[in-house]
């Protein structure tokens, strides 16, 4: 997997995007966790955390509800899409992007309790040699995001499940 410490002024610009949709998704009583995606630099799609706001719903992430979001007739580009996210995509959401196709993930802050990088090193061989699997690019303005990571770890540890 190739991993990179630079981005560019354009992924800090969606990366506050993924801000201002985590603060929608708290203002409304859930995680304040935001992601687009983009394509040729445009964004496609977009989602904020639902995993609370609706009544309990554990796979209602921004990722997989801004991967609902992408028209159907642009997945045959997949590899060329960025899917930013103000948190480190979890194990759910990195293999929800992989078995997209999704080229690039740019993220805010380091998930240090339950981000996909964990993964990495167990990935099959087919995405480890490079087939598949997205650059990851992070983290992006973690003097923002990290404070939204607080609170969505706050926020959980305060649920029976968590």
């Given amino acids: 997997m190739e991993r990179i410490a630079t981005w560019t002024s354009q992924d800090t610009r969606l990366i506050e995007r993924t801000v201002g949709l985590a603060l929608e998704a708290e203002a409304q009583g859930d995680v304040p966790v935001g992601s687009v995606i983009t394509l040729d630099d445009q964004i496609i799609a977009e989602g ?9 719903q554990p796979r209602r992430h921004a990722e997989q509800e801004a991967l609902g979001g ?12 960025t899917c930013y996210t103000s948190l480190e995509p979890c194990l759910m959401c990195f ?5 997209c196709g999704v080229g690039r993930v740019v993220f805010g802050a380091t998930d240090v309790l339950g981000g996909a990088r964990f993964i990495f090193e167990a990935m099959p061989p087919y995405y480890v ?14 003097e923002i995001c990290d404070a939204l990571y607080v609170r969505v770890d706050a926020r959980f540890r305060t649920l029976p499940c968590g």
């Fill in 48 to 56: 904020s955390a639902r995993v609370l706001s609706e009544g309990y």
């Fill in 70 to 81: 992408v028209p159907t007739a642009l997945w045959p580009r997949a590899n060329e899409m």
């Fill in 95 to 99: 293999g929800s992007l992989v078995l």
């Fill in 129 to 142: 040699d490079g087939r598949g699997m997205p650059a990851w690019v992070g983290p992006v303005l973690p």
